[in-house]
């Protein structure tokens, strides 16, 4: 009740409207929106945190212009979501009217209180999950966010995805018959628990610790993101064309067709020889994966205080492939490492 109650707080019109307050409780609430901002607390999301609004401001005034992360955009917010519609209209997904914002989260976990920004979408711009049902009378799904690009980024998760899924495989076969190992992306906390007590004798004798990137989304370069990613595409395509002794040329990923828009947040992506696609299948090569990726690294707009700017430095948290681009951009330097450590052993007990 005071979660929906303080949530409430950020939209006006949703506090007067609110049955369940009283007069005396709704004035108090906007009251205290005339002077601060509420925001939810990173790496707790039942938490939330109050900021003074003019902190706020300033602070996102100085992320925004007085970094090299943004650039105000040369086109207007009418001309991006045409051309982004265009784009994604062409490759069969859906697109909508809404551009992200930037808004803050309270990151309360470290030493020093501060910001983290985040590309989010307002649940007043959000797209029935189910408008046939709702159409019909029947219970809708509840609304999800939907920005222009989300379902080219969706794409691209669960294109990221499957591209991980072979690189695994591989890793594992690697590690079985070495010992090494050249990845080490987790999803679930349960796999690193699960190889922490089966290799128990292996690791009793080893110092254990932990590291955290400072900053990391928003310091990657976009062209060596972009190189990076690309090389992991082309080494799984590759080691799946291996396995199935053809061309990787002649490779595809396929998703159904039914897939894609707002009702679709998860995409499931399989490798298949392109002369096997079906008609109700939606498929990509490695360079149409790999131009897909390009629109949605150099395609991050976020409006801030209704100016429109481009993320020209870095990733944007909040973006659905954000995650999967890190991680592949790390599994890249983290093998040419391992190979570069295991190459020098190998000199040094040949010398």
Known sequence: ??????????????????????????????????????????????????????????????????????????????????????????????????????????????????????????????????????????DARPKTTFSSTTDAQLDLTGLLKAIMSILRREDDIRFNATGYRYFWITESSDDTAFFLKTHADELAQLDAGTFDFTTMYDQLELEELLNAVADTINEAFAAEAARLNVDAGRLVLVRPKSQHGPTRKKRCFAFKVNTEVRSHEAAYSAQELKTLLSFCLVNTYVLVNRVLMRQTLGIPMGANASPDIANLFCYAKERKYMMRLLEDALRHCLA
Do not use: W
């Not at 979501?81 to 997904?93: D, N, P, S, T, V």
């Open 1 to 138: 009740m005071l979660r929906r109650k303080i949530l409430a707080t950020v939209d006006l019109s949703r506090v007067g409207a609110d049955p369940e307050l009283t007069a005396g409780a709704r004035k108090k609430l906007l009251e205290l929106q005339e002077h601060l901002v509420i925001l939810p607390v990173d790496k707790s999301s039942h938490d939330f945190g109050f900021v003074c609004k003019r902190f706020y401001n300033q602070d996102l005034h100085a992320k925004v212009n007085h970094s090299t992360n943004y650039s105000p955009s040369e086109e207007t917010p009418q001309q991006v979501i045409a051309r982004h519609k265009a784009y994604l209209g062409r490759e069969g997904l859906h697109s909508s009217n809404v551009l992200p914002y930037l808004y803050g989260t309270l990151k309360l976990h470290k030493e020093v209180t501060s910001m983290r920004y985040i590309a989010g979408v307002s649940r007043k711009n959000c797209v029935d999950s189910d408008s046939e049902a709702a159409d019909a009378g029947r």
